[in-house]
């Protein structure tokens, strides 16, 4: 993984190879296969989930469901461990061109990402079928990762999969974070917010969440289909006025939300109902995970190292003068440490689209770096996406340094005019200076190093 991670200015550099396999390491940590190994666990007719163990032989059928980036690679390492007990399958997953594997008793479903399309909303049609049948006597064990919001869905009645595309383009370019959107999403989908668990009921469900958001918020994550929901009808229509989309908003939703905020909707399912009983949730991998792994692959490589946070948030462009910020400061003052020095920060920025350009939030952020940068020997700011794709790109992130502006211009490219457009990608293109590690077959947010050689 490490060599598919070197980009031009990384080669070039005499730490680029440490700072690779500082970015392998934390992919490593992250590998769903082992995370759902790990937390997911066989002896004999004896199911360990987490710290709770279950007697497979008091269960007539087990069911495995689930969606996300990572949803391949979970259900594989569930799969090979219920071995002959597993009854079926359905998972959906990213149509990201990845070859998929064949899991037996599991039908591997692919859709789009990150707006959803006609295969996502049948799978969640078969899932919803299955889970019609469940029992008293059944145990559904749900694989949720990043993602699971586009590749899963069930809209309510009177809202059309063109109605949720076009929402969803409008939130995704309009600067919304993660839980404003999903906010959104679970007052429109009848799984999402905890409506596969009133599916699932009365069967026992345990639900492995791999997290792709900030501080990792269970009822956040996929837009949590298995968890209660605290947000409301009037928070949805709330979300719509504060993002100056209600006339944005297609008629069907808008009149949805408020038949929901006056009542006449079902609400999504809420701390303390009944059905939560029978539920457990298994944390199976998180951003911190990813960030503490890089933390101790640097170390290890000879730098001093600070995991500043993970929970970094805010507009790309402005997160990437903060660390381009960073960098300047070690270089010059050689606070808070001496060279060589790796800070590293986790978390996810958003973008708001003012070009149409093309490009990614890690992209973005690196390109508002390279501009602090300029001139600054040594340095650099790495961004990456953990799942291997930055926005529609094939790009997981980008490398930016003290000479980025300087190898640009001299090719004729305006660094600022790129940045003013959303076009990141083709300007770290022309450097050799994109990410492409490919599907990484997991989805924990992204991580951000800010490097001092």
Known sequence: MSERLLTASLRSAPWGKAVAQVMAAALAAVDPVQATAVSLRREGDWLIAGERRYDLRVFERVWLVGAGKAGAAMAQAAAATLGDRLSRGIVVVKDDGALLPAIPGVQLVQAAHPTPDERSVAAGQQI?????????????????????????????PGVTLAALQRLTAELLTCGAPIGAINTLRKHLDRLKGGGLARLAAPATLITLILSDV?????????????????????????????????????????????????????????????????????LIGSNAQAAHAALAAAQAAGFHTLLLTT????????????????????????????????????????????????????????????????????????????DGGDGPTDAAGAVATGATVARARALGLDPLDHLRRNDAYPFFAALDDLLRPGPTGTNVNDLALVVVG
Not at 356 to 382: K, W
């Open 128 to 156: 919803a079928d299955l889970l019609d049948q469940a029992n008293e006597r059944d145990l559904v064990i749900a694989l949720i990762s990043g993602g699971g919001s586009a590749l899963l869905n069930l809209p309510v």
């Open 214 to 282: 900030v501080g990792s918020p269970l009822d956040v994550i996929a837009s949590g289909p298995t968890v209660a929901d605290p947000t409301t009808f009037a928070d949805a229509l709330a979300l719509l006025d504060h993002y100056e989309l209600r006339d944005r908003c297609p008629p069907t939703i808008l009149a949805y939300l408020t038949a929901g905020a006056r009542g006449e909707q079902p609400e999504t399912l809420k701390p303390g109902d009944p059905v939560l009983a029978k539920i457990q949730h298994v």
């Open 311 to 386: 929970s970094l948030e805010g507009e790309a462009r402005e997160v990437g003068k903060v660390l381009a910020a960073i960098a300047r400061e070690i270089a010059t003052s050689g606070h808070p440490f001496a060279r060589p020095a790796c800070v590293i920060a986790g978390g996810e920025t958003t973008v708001t689209l003012r070009g149409t350009g093309l490009g990614g939030r890690n992209q973005e952020l690196a390109l508002s770096a390279a501009l602090a940068l300029a001139g600054l020997a040594d340095a650099a700011v790495i961004t990456l996406a953990t």
